[in-house]
């Protein structure tokens, strides 16, 4: 092909990696006979190399798994199972076309659900467009709302800035002198290929780093000059209290507050008691954040006085009862303290880069495939919570089903006060049953329907219930494009070799598909995947040559200087509006007045969470768990690969003093439940988590025995479905309790 | 060693930009293509110190550290691990490397009775006494024998003895023999009967153990024996005190349960003949060496001059024997010491031993004579005997002169230095003459190839005659029960392939060149040896109690758990716990060898290339230094000085 081959017959191409990890790499992948050999980081790269974490080196081992789906499967024993037999594609195709032309003639288009898809994030193949493309084609289907990582984090910076794309570029931390990680931990979650080496290099460079997480994490450990634990779910109130003493203080940038944003004053009113009678003093916020009212004031401080400083917020603390608050709140803390649209500083409203969609550079891309609108999505109003500039209208149809409500809309139906009666549901690159809460209710509901199809690669929790399994291809098996989501480059995802037994690539599964249902297939596709690359990374001019692009499998942005968001509205304002109603920051939002729910106020604000400290649901499950990410695998991805799992055991976290209280020893089995349900995990009893807290590793691949008590110890057995009021998934907002497994329970 | 190296590579970490991410190790496991499982050569330990909130999290990234003085180096027996001189990479030659099971057996290997010696203290370790007894009857059939007479070469083969005591294998093999399996009928497992008969004869443990493995491998056996009574020495040298003689049954009985038969009062040359045993495909000959040697000088047939094997034998089979007051044992070996012992237990009231070597030279065991000291045996060294003095028949003294030395000459002469004047008389009225035994000869099959007093024969027990082999004292020069024991399992092994049509012996696939040697003991853990309870000298002597006594299950599992379990030497040599195996069969040692072609190309290895933090480097030392400042101490990590490592790390405190 296009490298040379070594004497060995061993060819060395590169090509990008992306998986939901938030990162994206670039690697020489050795090639022998048709299959990856081994692979190395790039290091004939630019400085800086996009250096790949365990995961991304562990690609040959999960390219050629003993547990990949290679062949199409049929459905044999009851749901859930597990059980399957080898059938041919053609019959796999056949059958899911009749079975999907039967429920539509039978039920009508919306009992068909079909949404999600975020397990895969490429450009390409990802997302599960072009079965969602089918579907829209076939008459339509109910689509789902809900980002299940970003929906808090995405709905503030929307409200405060008219745009999601509010993040600054990873390396221009370099220019930070302050820091603070609020529920950052890059050595798991990636956030960007580098982001650990720019943090470390931005300490090295003498930047002051405040980490702020109810755990002690490897990031902690290489970047914090300061742990402030926290209580889950409270962290907004920390952000009221820092609020207050800035603005007691007077440490506030009021000229950056009049001349970019609006509603300031109603925020400061609110913050100092005037509006409610509860002024937010840091000794109110310690009572709940746990955290010293000193503390607070110092990091208030800190971040008022030592500039430029980029508060990161993470998505975890927006993934509580009423996250988006969080994320709204520290977005304001950012304007108040002026660290807007400056180099080093940080807008803190969405500041973690993933990948497609969600990335700091304003890309200009060419258009990949659209789904095109839904006319299910037609059929039903739209949502009150619905905001122009972030989503359409119909991506807020209450024909949708929030992706969290999936299995109670499938077990209840329009009874349920849902739009339809739901009989079909399409999954493609995403694992529901594991990775969405209230996996019990996931395995009840899934026996009502009557047909199920699942694109996977895996498995996984949710592959055991479908009545159809497709074989997809893997990264290398197909072209597919990435863009980074904290630096600004583009990765070819390069075919490198046919894909393995008889997996196909998603596009070529749908354009099978399609013809099987009597779709126009060239209105349908006309392109082959290389040629979708080709248009999205080259048709908006952003990529301007495309055989180097090939060969080098990166494209990096030519830019002077680390990319820092709202530059322009910064330095001129006037001929630069920020993209809101009012073309300013918004504070105060006038859109949130409008919508007039109490819970989604117009300025941000703390509301005591559900299933948190102060919930009386405590006496009966008195630990608050988190569910944070686990670094040998992305979500649920790579969890079976015996290299990444003897890396690191999967236990929950609990500390030494919530351990001794109940008897439990380090590496013991203990069961970990609530009234949603119990899973058995083993204990790792340490100092590095909050008393009071737990921390269940999400991922683990769920696993019920015939009890229904899970021993996979997938933390969604215990997660809540309720969502937060803008729609945010709450996985760290829930009580539980641990205890030993008694004798006659093992 | 140092000197010879022209650039040290080495290795450097940051434990400050260290995440613990592990992306090194999985790098170098795709990179090597190496499986999930203990063999990694890149590692990252986790260090987790203080208590809420204080809490210090830590990383160790490690891998060879290709030492100065590499302790895998020297700890290989098989010269699989060696340092290249131009850059001081340490690497292992897997073609060499005996694979970790075959590898640091040095205790089995010295067992001449071919024992799997680390696998039954093991077994004893993990509390598996039947399991450790079963391990040791695969070779040897007489656990309970050796495990009290064994001279056991083993202790002093075994490797812990290099850090503080070696293992007391042999009271762990009695141990094992007291979990023999009480059911008669549970023999190890026997191969289909095959139709060809052989003989062996004489029933000493050499020919016992031929008689076994033959059986076992479905051969029909008899063993035919001069004497009423089965186990040749052990029967009738050995003493009580030393070898109850229930042990003796019941290890015998435990051999006929596998098929043996032995018959008794059938003596070669005498009520048996060549003729005889052309019935037999083959013939082990294990006659022993019984032929008592006397003292040619006047006055040997007075009355109450004896043989000690005549002496010993009446003993063990419970004869009366006439014992005067005054006993005097002459001869310096064991069986003098033994029957000087035998006569105290037998409550003469004064022992005497005399013999023409000084106290040193004597080859009798050091412990023997020490205990036979504290029995009140006076020893009487560096002794010319000219005559035996009687009166009325009976011997009541010998005449001795004393010696500056002696000494055999290569030739076998002896040349006596005698001291002038010295002439005395030892008073005795029982003279006990141990000065060793012989083969006899006489009784051998005509043909049969002798010299220097054994039957001539070759490493797999064959002699000079067509289907006869020989075995045991009779034929090898170390008169010991192992030995024996090994000689019989080697001919039975002969045998067996004879009968099959295999080649005689199978060449070695792999082999040791050295002896384990560990450079650094001070990275293992100390652990004092179990102590043998010993019964106290008065209970000793009065009557033929056994003088040691048997590990309670307990002492012996926490004796066994001194083992270091001898797997890979390299692995337990290392103090850094580099080398290691995969699963599976007989695994290679596995150590990162730093990515040499890599390096050769010009490149740095693996890990180096994969951190994300750009925590590792890799280079000449020296620039390392250079680069990074002088050897730091990484927080929670140790140098051996024995090994120093090539590594810089920037040491990340609190
Ligand atoms: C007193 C004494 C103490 C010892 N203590 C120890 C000790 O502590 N540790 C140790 O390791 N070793 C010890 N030994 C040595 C050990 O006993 C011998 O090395 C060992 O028994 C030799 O075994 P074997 O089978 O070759 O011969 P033997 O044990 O001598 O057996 C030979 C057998 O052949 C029989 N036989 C002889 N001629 C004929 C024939 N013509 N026809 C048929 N049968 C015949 C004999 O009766 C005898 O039963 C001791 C020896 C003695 C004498
Ligand atoms: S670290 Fe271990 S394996 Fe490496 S040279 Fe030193 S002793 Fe040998
Ligand atoms: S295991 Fe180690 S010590 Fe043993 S032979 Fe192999 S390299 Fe040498």
Known sequence: MEDNKNDSGVQIIKSATAHH??????????????????????????????????????????????????????????????????????????????????????????????????????????????????????????CTWGWPSWEAASFASHVNYGTYDAMNCRDDNLNSRLIILWGVNPVATIHGTNAMWYFKRARENGAKIIYIDPRYTQSASVLADQWIPINPATDTAMVMGMAFTIITEEL????????????????????????????KTPEWAEERTGVAADVIKQVARDYATIKPGALISGISPGRTAFGEQFHRATATLAAMTGNIGIKGGEPAGRSLGDQTPFHAYPFKMGPPMQIGENPVDKEAPTREIYLPNYTTKDQRSYARIHLNKISDAILHGKAGGYHADYKAFVVSSINHVNQFPSTIKWHKALQKLEFMLVFEQFMTATARYADILFPTAELFEKNDLIVGGSSPFYGFIKKVVEPFGERKSQIDICNLLAERLGLDVEEYNDKTDEEWVKQIAMGGGDVPDWDKFKKEGIHRMPLEEPYVAFKEQIEDPENNPFPTPSGKIEIYSKLLADMNDPFLPPIPKYFEPWEGRTDPLIKKYPLQMITPRFRRRTHTQFDTLPWLREVQDNNVQINTKDADARGIENGEMVKVFNDRGEIRIRATVTERILPGVIGVPSGAWFKPDENMIDRGGCPNTLNSERYSPCGSFTWNSALAEVAKVGEDEK | MKNEINTQMGFYCDQTSCMGCAACVIACKQWHDIPAGPASWMRVQSIEEGVFPNVYLGYLPSRCLNCDNAACVEACPAGAVSKREKDGIVLVDRDKCLGRDACGNDCSDACPAGTDVRGFVSLIKQGKYEDAWRLIVESNPFPGVCGRVC???????????????????????????????????????????????????????????????????????????????????????I???????????????????????????????????????????????STGAHKQKTLDIPGKDLKGVMTGIDFLAKVNSDENVDLGKQILVVGGGDVAIDCARSAVRLGASEVHIACLESLEQMPANPTGIAEAGEEGIKIHPSRSFSRILGANGHCDGVECVNLHSM????????????????EHVIPADTIILAIGQALDTKVLPEGLEVNNGRIVIDETGATSLPNYFAGGDAAIPEWRVAYAIGSGRRAAEAINRQMRGLPAVEPPSTSKTRKSQFSDTETFEKMERVSIEQLPVSSRISGFPEAELTFTDEQGKKEASRCLECRGMCSLACPYDVPQFDAGDNPKMQKCDSCVEEWEAGKDPICVRSCPTRALDAGPIEELKAKYGDNRVAKNFTYYENTKPNVVFKAKTK
């Open chain 1, 21 to 142: 990890c938030g990162g994206c790499c670039v690697w020489k992948l050795h090639v022998k006979d048709g299959k990856i050999i081994k692979m190395e980081p790039d290091d004939d790269q630019e400085n800086p190399q996009l250096r790949g974490c365990l995961r991304g080196h562990s690609m040959v081992q999960r390219l050629y798994a003993p547990d990949r789906l290679n062949y199409p499967m049929k459905r044999t024993g009851p749901r859930g199972s597990g059980e399957f037999k080898r059938i041919s594609w053609d019959e796999a195709l056949d059958y899911t076309a009749k079975e999907l032309n039967r429920i539509k003639e039978k039920y009508g288009n919306s009992s068909i659900i079909c949404g999600g898809g975020t397990g895969d994030v490429t450009m390409v193949q990802g997302y599960g467009f072009h079965i969602e493309r089918v579907l829209r084609m076939f008459g339509g289907y109910t």
């Open chain 2, 151 to 237: 001279v056991h070469p083993c202790e002093s083969a075994c490797a812990r003895g290099q850090v503080d005591e070696p293992i007391a294998i042999n009271a762990l093999e009695r141990l094992a023999s007291e979990h023999m399996s009480p059911n008669p009928l549970h023999v190890p497992y026997l191969a289909e009967r095959r139709n060809e008969k052989v003989a062996v004869v004489g029933s000493g443990p050499a020919g016992l153990t031929c008689a076994y493995h033959l059986a076992r491998l479905g051969y029909r056996v008899t063993v035919f024996e001069a004497l009423p009574v089965a186990g040749g020495m052990l029967r009738i040298g």
């Open chain 2, 407 to 422: 000494k055999f000459e290569q030739d076998g002469t002896l040349h006596l230095d005698v001291i002038e004047k010295s």
């Open chain 2, 239 to 285: 003493p009580k005190y030393h070898l109850p003689k229930e042990i003796l049954d019941r290890e015998i009985a435990f051999i006929e349960n596998c098929g043996v038969e032995i018959k008794t009062n059938k003596r070669l040359g005498e009520n048996l003949d060549k003729t005889d045993l052309e019935q037999y495909a083959a013939v082990f000959l």
């Open chain 1, 252 to 279: 506030q940038d009021q000229r950056f507050l009049n001349r970019y944003t609006t509603g300031f004053d109603v925020f400061r009113d609110y913050v100092l008691g005037k509006e409610d009678g509860v002024p």
